[in-house]
């Protein structure tokens, strides 16, 4: 982890969350158990407060900022794809903000709400909870329906199990110059898969 102080201000990371190595935390951040930073995520309290609550994760290359006095919050179960950026805003409880989204300054994602990958959420704009939205500005298309919310819950919940299994699996190795045979008796065995329209 590359944790950073700046003005007195530490970051507060829970022992039971797990933050790659190449992860940059500076300053006023809050991260609880449970949550999982993934590979080369910045998450920059050097102006406004970032919390990331409970069993949260922000996946790989994510950006979280903001001016001062406003705070990221990321509530439990938030879900923050691949290079999505988060700058003053604030994803409720198991709200979803897809790859590549940009979220702005006092926006809010409601509850159980899903952001289409490669979004723009507007300053200030308020998605409803239980409601997907997407598109550049991004506009709110529809009610989700009960089994997309389960969908979003199961892949949050698969990312807090991979918090704990990286706290306690994880490590650096040296590569192998060819497979061996029990490689495939080890490969992810979650029946996870991509939601289709």
Known sequence: ???????????????????????????????????????????????????IKKNANIQDCCV??????IDVIVEENGHIGHSAILHGCHVKYNAMVGMGAVVMDEAVIGENAVIGA????????????NHLAFGNPAKVRRELKPEEINWKK??????TN???????????????NSSNEQRDSLRCDMHYKPKHN
Do not use: W
């Open 162 to 176: 991979l918090a704990y299994n990286c706290l306690e699996n994880l490590k650096k190795c040296e590569p192998l």
């Open 118 to 129: 490669s979004s723009l959420v507007p300053s200030k704009m308020e998605i409803p909870a």
């Open 1 to 51: 982890m590359q944790i950073y102080e700046l003005d007195g201000l530490v970051p507060v990371i829970s022992p039971q969350a797990f933050v790659h190595e190449t992860a940059v935390i500076i300053g006023d951040v809050f991260i609880e158990e449970g949550v999982y930073i993934g590979p080369n995520a910045s998450i920059r309290g050097d102006f406004g407060r970032i919390i």
């Open 64 to 69: 979280c900022h903001s001016f001062p006095n």
């Open 154 to 159: 199961d892949g949050s919940q698969a990312y």
